[in-house]
């Protein structure tokens, strides 16, 4: 099966300053790879994702890479804000039906510090 | 758009009784939804994908006589942690995908907090 590797753990940034969470999987046919963040005690938000026949895409401050041959995937934010403090989450999942399942990373605990 | 949307968002009981969870997507139609439990500080676990219809799929390890998964339309998902113990005490979360010919997206309710005194 999938197996999908988070890192950092945790990052703290100034805030203005970017930051970059990296994630690797091992499933070759993975081809959606979505990023979440999460608040705490709240559900987890889509803020972007990327699907396999894309190398980049952006949304104002977010972007997120895709390397398929290297198998791996980053989000960037610039011009962090310290309302960006939480936990982000990275999954690939292979589009091969509707039942098909994400599988998450570990999480990055971002801090933004005035 | 795409809110999905889980009642209660708190709910403590006692140990042995029952507890139902709700999950419902409010602004589209869910073929598929999805029932994540997490522990504190630590990623989602998967437990089960239930469709519309049909009985759920249960991840490994993952107790079907224990949590009970009945998706009786297209708009709601309901989980029963049946005879609870305080080892069940968790943040239970259900996700949706879309009905689409193409879906990609999955989105995430707000989360029920269980507490089994």
């Known amino acids: 099966g999938e197996n999908v590797e988070q890192h950092p753990s945790t990052l703290s940034v100034q805030e203005g300053d970017s930051a970059v969470i990296k994630c690797t999987y091992s499933?070759?046919?993975?081809?959606?790879f979505p990023w979440y963040k999460q608040e705490l005690g709240k559900g987890p938000q889509l803020i972007i994702d990327?699907?396999?026949?894309?190398g980049e895409k952006k949304d104002q401050r977010i972007a997120v890479t895709l390397n398929k041959t290297a198998k791996h995937f980053s989000l960037h934010i610039t011009e962090t804000q310290p309302e960006d403090s939480a936990v982000y989450f990275c999954?690939?999942?292979?589009?091969?039906?509707?039942?098909?399942?994400?599988?998450f990373g570990t999480g990055t605990r971002l801090q933004v510090t005035l | 758009g795409a809110v999905v949307s889980q009642h209660p968002s708190r709910v403590i009981c006692k140990s042995g009784t029952s507890v139902k969870i709700e999950c419902r997507s409010l602004?589209?139609?869910?073929?598929?939804m999805f029932w994540y439990r997490q522990f504190p500080k630590q990623s989602l676990m998967l437990m089960a994908t239930?469709?519309?219809?049909?009985?759920?799929?249960?991840e490994q390890g993952v107790e079907k006589d224990k949590f009970l998964i009945n998706h009786a339309s297209l708009t709601l998902s309901t989980l029963t942690v049946t005879s609870a113990h305080p080892e069940d005490s968790s943040f239970y979360i259900c996700?949706?995908?879309?009905?689409?010919?193409?879906?990609?997206?999955?989105?995430f309710g707000p989360g029920t907090r269980l507490t089994v005194t």
């Open positions: 996700s949706a995908r879309p009905v689409r010919q193409v879906s990609y997206e999955q989105y």
């Open positions: 499933d070759s046919a993975s081809n959606y």
């Open positions: 990327i699907r396999s026949n894309v």
């Open positions: 999954a690939a999942r292979p589009n091969t039906g509707t039942a098909s399942k994400l599988t």
């Open positions: 602004d589209f139609q869910a073929t598929t």
């Open positions: 239930s469709n519309e219809g049909s009985k759920a799929t249960y």
